[in-house]
C-alpha cells in the first residue's frame, strides 16, 4: 500500500510554469508506476502522462506533449510533474495515482490516489 501526496499547484498567467510533486509513503516506491490525471470542472478526468515503475517509458496525452515533462526520483519517493507553457485549458484539479502493474493513462488500472493539488492558469 502506498500513500500519496500532490503539491505545487497554485495560481500562474498563461505562458507560465509550474512543478508539481508527488510524494509517496513506504519503502517500496519504486515498485509502482505513478500516473499524473487531471479534472476540470464539469468535466470528466483526465490522464496526463505516467511514467513507469520498472523501464522510466513515459506517457502524455497529446494535449500536453512538448509541454508537459515526468520524472521520478525513487531516493526521494517522488514524482514530478514539470509544466510549461500553461494555457487557460490546462486550469483543473491535478492527481497523482499509483499502480504496481504498468505505466498507463487508463485510470481505472490505477490502486492509490493522492487528494489532489488546484492548478489555475488565468492572467
Known amino acids: 500500500q502506498v500513500q500519496l501526496v500532490e503539491s505545487g499547484g497554485g495560481l500562474v498567467q498563461p505562458g507560465g510554469s509550474l512543478r508539481l510533486s508527488c510524494v509517496g509513503s513506504?519503502?517500496?516506491?519504486?515498485?509502482?508506476?505513478i500516473g499524473w490525471f487531471r479534472q476540470a470542472p464539469g468535466k470528466e478526468r483526465e490522464g496526463v502522462s505516467s511514467?513507469?515503475?520498472?523501464?522510466?517509458?513515459?506517457y502524455y496525452a497529446d494535449s500536453v506533449k512538448g509541454r508537459f515533462t515526468i520524472s521520478r526520483n525513487d531516493a526521494e519517493n517522488t514524482v514530478y510533474l514539470q509544466m510549461n507553457s500553461l494555457k487557460p485549458e490546462d486550469t483543473a484539479v491535478y492527481y497523482c495515482a499509483a499502480n504496481r502493474i504498468a505505466s498507463t493513462l487508463l485510470s481505472n488500472w490505477y490502486e492509490y490516489w493522492g487528494q489532489g493539488t488546484q492548478v489555475t492558469v488565468s492572467s
Open positions: 513506504g519503502s517500496d516506491f519504486a515498485s509502482y508506476a
Open positions: 511514467i513507469s515503475h520498472y523501464n522510466d517509458n513515459q
